[in-house]
């Protein structure tokens, strides 16, 4: 007698191993998955238990070399504009931080060979960086602000003092004041009076750069040939008039007195003045100076000295006679220090009292 082996109604269906398997290796393999994403810094951003260093990290450190590639690529190009967002806040005059200057510095020394170190750091990321201007090596350190995306290291500085009291150009532009330090950008700079009678003494082009700021000469001004010029073409004319006169006053302040100091008395309109060719040649050569106070004001005391004869009467007779002024000529009988001022339009000489 056969039977009919069939599962009852109220019994459960027998469960396969296979499937169970299969669930539990996929589990395994989400598990593995996580754990090697979690350890690749993925998942946190941050730098793993064992010291190693996260993605964000890593991006933190290629953008502080990214901003300063940025700031030196920025000033290679002339982009002084970009350049200076990219700088931190200074309360230092920045006036000079344009393109028109920069473009200026980049004619003579271009900025080429651009290198910048990877950083190290958090926020505040130190980089190395090297670059030619003019084809001269720099070799500098930033200090890259990475949140604000900004150079936080001070800028090179030019110092323009022993300029004050005449407007400056630098690289063509005008600054507000000489006799100061300005920041600039790396780079070849050429300082000049705005006043054409007046010029820059000695090296006026000067390549600055961090590492060079200690060394920037101090300038100092001199007379232009233009000045020179200008001068002699005022105070010749009337020096030598005065000479020529027969006056006891003969103008360029440089009066005799009437009454000598023997009690003798000098004829007005007798007067005989004389330049030696020594002295001559002082005046045809003269050459001024810069006022130390006011530069613009250009002035002259080596014009030379002269013989002076008259007639002299005493209450006996009278004569010609010469004046002697001892071991130095006296007022009267050298030409008094001459002065022009070349800041107005149309300068007049002033014969200034000795």
């Not at 395994?28 to 690749?40: R, T």
């Not at 004041?177 to 003494?201: H, M, Q, R, T, W």
């Amino acid at each position: 007698m056969g039977y009919n082996m069939q599962q009852g109604p109220g019994l459960p269906p027998k469960k396969s191993k296979t499937g169970l398997w299969i669930g539990l290796g996929a589990v395994a393999v989400v598990v593995i998955v996580a754990l090697v994403l979690v350890l690749s810094g993925v998942f946190s951003g941050t730098n793993t238990a064992n010291g190693g260093e996260g993605e964000q990290a890593k991006e933190s450190k290629q953008s502080a070399k990214d901003i300063a590639t940025n700031y030196l690529t920025a000033i290679s190009e002339g982009r002084a504009d970009d350049a200076k967002k990219m700088l931190g806040p200074t309360s230092s005059d920045t006036s000079l931080m344009t393109n028109e200057a920069l473009k200026d510095s980049l004619t003579r020394a271009p900025i080429t060979d651009i290198s910048v170190t990877e950083p190290t750091g958090g926020n505040s990321s130190t980089v190395n960086v090297t670059y030619k201007v003019g084809g001269e090596p720099v070799n500098e350190e930033y200090t890259v602000n990475v949140r604000g995306g900004t150079i936080s290291t001070s800028t090179p500085h030019l110092s323009l003092y022993g300029l004050k009291g005449v407007d400056i150009t630098v690289n063509g532009v005008t600054v507000k004041e000489g006799d100061k330090s300005y920041d600039v950008f790396p780079g070849s700079y050429v300082v000049a009076s705005a006043n054409k009678y007046l010029e820059i003494d000695g090296e006026s082009t000067v390549v600055v750069t961090k590492s060079s700021s200690d060394n920037i000469p101090r300038f100092k001004l001199k007379v232009s040939q233009a000045g020179i010029d200008l001068f002699r073409e005022k105070v010749i004319p009337e020096a030598k008039a005065c000479l020529e006169s027969k006056n006891l006053d003969p103008g360029c302040n440089m009066a005799l007195n009437g009454t000598l100091r023997d009690g003798k008395t000098l004829e007005d309109g007798t007067i005989t003045r004389t330049q030696s060719s020594e002295n001559a040649n002082k005046l045809e050569n003269v050459v001024p100076e810069p006022g130390a106070s006011v530069p613009t004001i250009i002035s002259a005391s080596n014009l030379g000295s002269f013989k002076v004869t008259g007639i002299c009467t005493d209450s006996t007779r009278s004569g010609e006679c010469e004046l002697l002024g001892g071991f130095a000529a006296v007022k009267g009988m050298k030409f008094p220090k001459a002065s022009l001022n070349v800041a107005e339009e149309d300068p007049k000489v002033v014969w200034e009292d000795v």
